[in-house]
């Protein structure tokens, strides 16, 4: 599967989410199988560019090729602006959030609020699109379904959107009035597939190999993306990724190298962020490696009350070393557990 020039190595997608998905976190994602990762959205408002927070996620470095970034707004011209500061600071691809359902970014009209007006967000993907050429620069988009159940109009904007030259498109199943409520729905990407010719991307509640097979089977998508489901388990991406080229499964990890793993993490994660807000912002990663894991609610209570990175990372391995010397691998996760029961049923 191709963007433009790059060739993917699958097709299994690490979904752009704010606040997770920032440079380490996307490394290790594609260390882990994925196929593509897209940055968290960008905004589109100049005055917002010198800030600490755009400056650092528009920080690509070490990362692996194609770099992605996702930008955000509302004024196609600021938008075509965007598109080339980020290029201008290693972009390789442009995506353009219409997917996005808060309402911090739904109130001001840009993300998925703007399915509701159809003509600027044809005007946005136009005028991204025409800055972007001259630089050789793929642009993809990310939508829902539609606004609301009764104006679901993904069918329409996608063909609107190929027509001016989007190379991409990712589709969640969902409307922005859902937000992440209730099961996506894959018949409307599924219409998406059929009525275009460029790439789709399936997105929404893809949360096992088994259910990334079954949403490409339904949808006809060339590609699955996965958000929610990678927040603590970053290895899914080659469990899917080869499941869906052998039709096996792979073992859960070893606890030693869930380990490994984590400890660089938090330590890329320190070094952008620096000590006071690397430590802060790092919690939340903890937490979801070790929710479900023994004795993983005492190490978050323990880690919410440590203020340096040292004391942190040390928390962390002293709670793995343990871990290990109870068992080698991770407990499996609720899909293996639910095929085995099938299995024995």
């Not at 990762?37 to 692996?64: F, I, N, P, Y």
């Not at 969640?172 to 009035?177: D, L, N, V």
């Not at 018949?187 to 998406?192: K, Q, Y």
């Amino acid at each position: 599967m191709y963007i433009g020039p790059y060739a993917l190595p699958n097709r299994v997608f690490a979904a752009p989410m704010a606040g997770v998905t920032d440079r380490p976190f996307r490394c290790l994602c594609k260390a882990l199988g994925a196929g593509y990762a897209v940055s968290e959205m960008v905004t589109s408002r100049r005055d917002l560019w010198d800030s600490l927070k755009t400056s650092r996620r528009a920080d690509h470095q070490g990362e692996t090729a194609p770099i992605a970034v996702q930008i955000a707004g509302t004024d196609a011209q600021m938008m075509a602006e965007a598109a080339v500061y980020n290029i201008d600071r290693g972009a390789q691809i442009i995506d353009i959030n219409m997917g996005c359902p808060a309402k911090k970014v739904c109130n001001k009209w840009a993300g998925s609020a703007l399915m509701q007006n159809e003509a600027r967000a044809l005007e946005i993907a136009a005028a991204v699109v025409q800055a972007c050429q001259p630089h050789g620069v793929p642009v993809t988009l990310k939508m829902r379904t539609g606004w609301s159940v009764a104006h679901r109009n993904a069918v329409a904007l996608a063909r609107a959107f190929e027509g001016v030259g989007i190379q991409m498109l990712t589709v969640h199943g969902r409307t922005r009035e859902q937000g992440y409520k209730g099961q996506a729905e894959y018949d409307t990407i599924a219409a998406v597939k059929a009525a275009v010719a460029v790439p789709v991307v399936a997105n929404g509640d893809i949360d096992s190999p088994q259910k990334a097979q079954q949403v490409m089977h339904q949808t006809g998508a060339d590609a699955v993306m996965i958000g929610r489901a990678a927040q603590g388990r970053p290895w899914i991406f080659r469990e899917v990724a080869y499941y869906l080229a052998t039709g096996e499964h792979l073992a859960a990890p070893l606890v030693a190298e869930v380990r490994r793993l984590l400890l660089d993490h938090l330590a890329e994660h320190h070094g952008l962020y620096g000590e006071y807000t690397g430590v802060r912002s790092a919690r939340k990663h903890i937490g979801w490696y070790v929710s479900s894991l023994p004795a993983g609610r005492i190490l978050q209570q323990q880690v919410n009350t440590i203020e340096t990175a040292a004391e942190q990372l040390a928390a962390v391995d002293a709670y793995f070393r343990e871990l290990a010397l109870r068992m080698d691998r991770l407990p499996p996760a609720p899909w293996q557990i639910q095929e085995a029961e099938e299995v024995c049923a």
